[in-house]
């Protein structure tokens, strides 16, 4: 079992509709958790972080958590072609010295 | 806040020479910075995480005579690739971790590095 799964997609959701990108890791020890966005040929931006269960908003974005499931998602309201990207979850492990383990990365399309 | 830039931000060389890339937090202080690569349409892979002061912890599998990186400031580590060879030509992206609360990491924007 991977520690950070994701759906690679690619997901494709018409403009204006709710993108659900979803996460489960292993480490059931693990503190902090991550969403990246990554445009084709750049770097990981960071979108959100969440650190207790239950969710988190952050404009467009919700994150949500659920540690019992082990099991973090990121919702992304009234989608923009322009959030046309890769989404990577990233997890803190216990005791991992502050290394991220990244999930592949799931591939959002959103069609105008 | 939190601005992390890379340099140089596209660099080819030929097979055999080295090449050393920076990595610069310039609004924080950064004790960690973490060394990845990336290839075409793969996830991140982490080479080594970066301590000030002290040497590098690297990843299994990743040669340390080869990757050799230095951490000598808050605000600056580097990566120099030695003796390079065409399979070492990818995405070399860093990031750095302000540490003060939380554990988020920005990333720079990357260095494509092609070796012909």
């Known amino acids: 079992q991977k520690e950070v799964e994701q759906n690679s997609g690619p997901l494709s959701v018409p403009e204006g509709a709710i993108a659900s990108l979803n996460c489960t890791y292993s480490?059931?020890?693990?503190?902090?958790f991550f969403w990246y966005r990554q445009y084709s040929g750049k770097s990981p931006e960071l979108i959100m972080s969440?650190?207790?269960?239950g969710d988190k908003e952050d404009g467009r974005f919700t994150a949500q958590l659920n540690k019992a499931s082990q099991y973090v998602s990121l919702l992304i309201r009234d989608s923009q072609p322009s959030d046309s990207a890769t989404y990577l979850c990233?997890?803190?492990?216990?005791?991992?010295?502050?290394?991220?383990?990244f999930g592949q990365g799931t591939e959002l399309s959103v069609k105008p | 806040g939190a601005v992390v830039s890379q340099h140089p931000s596209r660099v080819i060389c030929k097979s055999g020479t080295s090449v050393k890339i920076e990595c610069r937090s310039l609004?924080?202080?950064?004790?960690?910075m973490f060394w990845y690569r990336q290839f075409p349409k793969q996830s991140l892979m982490l080479m080594a995480t970066?301590?000030?002061?002290?040497?590098?912890?690297?990843e299994q599998g990743v040669e340390k005579d080869k990757f050799l990186i230095n951490h000598a400031s808050l605000t600056l580590s580097t990566l120099t690739v030695t003796s390079a060879h065409p399979e070492d030509s990818s995405f070399y992206i860093c990031?750095?971790?302000?540490?003060?609360?939380?554990?988020?990491?920005?990333f720079g924007p990357g260095t494509r590095l092609t070796v012909t």
């Open positions: 970066s301590n000030e002061g002290s040497k590098a912890t690297y």
């Open positions: 480490d059931r020890g693990s503190q902090s």
């Open positions: 990233a997890v803190n492990g216990n005791n991992q010295g502050g290394k991220l383990i």
């Open positions: 990031s750095a971790r302000p540490g003060l609360a939380g554990d988020e990491q920005y």
């Open positions: 969440i650190y207790s269960n």
């Open positions: 609004d924080f202080q950064a004790t960690t």
